[in-house]
RNA sequence: GGCCCCAUCGUCUAGCGGUUAGGAUCCAUGGUUUUCAUCCAUGUUACCGGAGUUCGAGUCUCCGUGGGGUCACCA
């Protein structure tokens, strides 16, 4: 069974990096009919917070990515931590380390002086006599001192690392007795049985320690698949300064969830020429040996056209029901399939659909100045009166092609170009001169509402 | 600086030794529309450089160059 993860650790924000890493995850997952499970990575007591931890379980449930069991916090399991701690100890493959941080310090600075690599000299590994008073000790691994270690590596392929040049003992649990960040991974990867790690290509550095800690402890290795950073458009990491990186910003900004983990697994994967992926043609498609070895620039020109492209494809009563976190109710209102109708092909986001549908439920609060001298020249207002005479001894008008009819016959009548209507009327309804077509949004405001914008459009300009 | 990774249109990408280097997005133009948007059609734009292997290299190898990541008692 396929077991994968997400490990954030929350200290803010779940972002889009976070979030692509994790759709892989749970993709990979679901594809093999699998796991996904949750792992909150709080053992930085002085960064993290609760309400973190939340936000980013809201965003899971927004894009309707589920975990599966409980969430797991490594801030509950120190108890677990400090027995492998001890095993560790107990079989002399770690040991307590007494230097102090001013010796380290000093330590660093020789070695940087000597252009050396930094590292600890192993000047505890084997300490027999009677330690220094006054220091609380850390807890180091023994590492191998030489000899390479391989990460297999399912994006980038075989990694292998000289020990000397990277490793040396390191700290796996504090002076105060807290576990470090690269043994509590590998612990908890191990004992929660994930096999297969989907994660950020920055943690590749971090994984010849982490299989240490797996050797050490007779753990088996999981398979590894390092996925290219996305960069911002100055070609670097992303970061939370880079703006709209929090997932949830984009609930706000009218995006459909399946719209943007749409975006996301196109940004580092692809199956061929293939753009548009249902839910399902995701999890039965992806596969993390297509994941490019390279990163890529986040730029959100494909998001809009996907966006737009999933809000037509969205059923009218589930956009109805969306667009009420826009500030737009409109259950209740008789004509809402046709200005539905006539705005989804319009709108790229939630959000503008919202407020393109107020422009028209609204009457208009003004006219535009250049509409107004560009539609009302000529015989406009003639215009104008002829249609709303028509259309006020008009029996019955409810479909836009009872009032397209009606333009027919005055553009028929009085011999001229559908612009000649079109333009003021269009004013008149909307103050200016674009948006959706006329036909719909007199059926929309219904004969009352039709008539009084128009008459008052002609008041104004008589 | 050490170590590691990467390199095809502006952007996302296909390509896995022989292709007029494909698709998408963006942009431009035309068509449709009373308008704008949608939609449809067309077009501009790419293999970082140099050696080598090969009959043949975007594709394999090496060397440059460029970019990125990482080097904590942070995760």
Known sequence: MVVTRFAPSPTGYLHIGGLRTALFSYLWAKKNGGKFV?????????????AAAQAIVKAFEWLGLEHD???????????????????????????????????????RETQMANKERTKYNGMYRDFKGTPPEGVEPVIRIKAPLSGE??????????????????????????????????????????????NEVIRGDDHLSNTPKQIVVYEALGFSIPNFYHVPMIHNSAGKKLSKRDGATDVMAYKEMGYLPHALLNFLVRLGWSHGDQEIFSMQEMRTLFNPKDINKSASIYNTEKLDWLNAHYIKNTPNAQLTELLQEYDLVLTSHDKKEILLDAIKERAKTLKEMADLIKEVINRPASYDEKALKKAFKGNALEVLKTFATKVSNANELHLPSDY?????????????????????LRV???????????????SVLGKEETLLRIHNAIDANS
């Open 38 to 50: 949750l792992r909150i990575e709080d053992t930085d007591k002085a960064r993290n917070s609760e």
């Open 149 to 194: 270690i391989i990460v297999n590596d399912g994006v980038k392929g075989e990694i292998s690392f000289q020990a000397e040049d990277i490793l040396d003992d390191f700290v796996i649990a504090r002076a105060d007795g807290s576990p470090t960040y690269n043994f509590v991974v590998a612990v908890d990867d191990a004992l929660m049985g994930i």
């Open 69 to 107: 069991g409980e969430i797991i916090y490594q801030s509950q399991r120190d108890d677990i931590y400090a027995k492998y701690i001890q095993q560790l100890l107990d079989e002399g493959k770690a040991y307590k380390c007494y230097m102090s941080k001013e010796e380290l310090d000093t330590l």
């Open 404 to 424: 397209h009819h009606l333009m027919q016959e005055v553009v028929d009548e009085m011999e001229i170009g559908f612009g000649k209507i079109g333009q003021p």
């Open 428 to 442: 008149a309804l909307l103050g200016k001169l674009s948006g959706p077509g006329l036909d719909s949004v007199m």
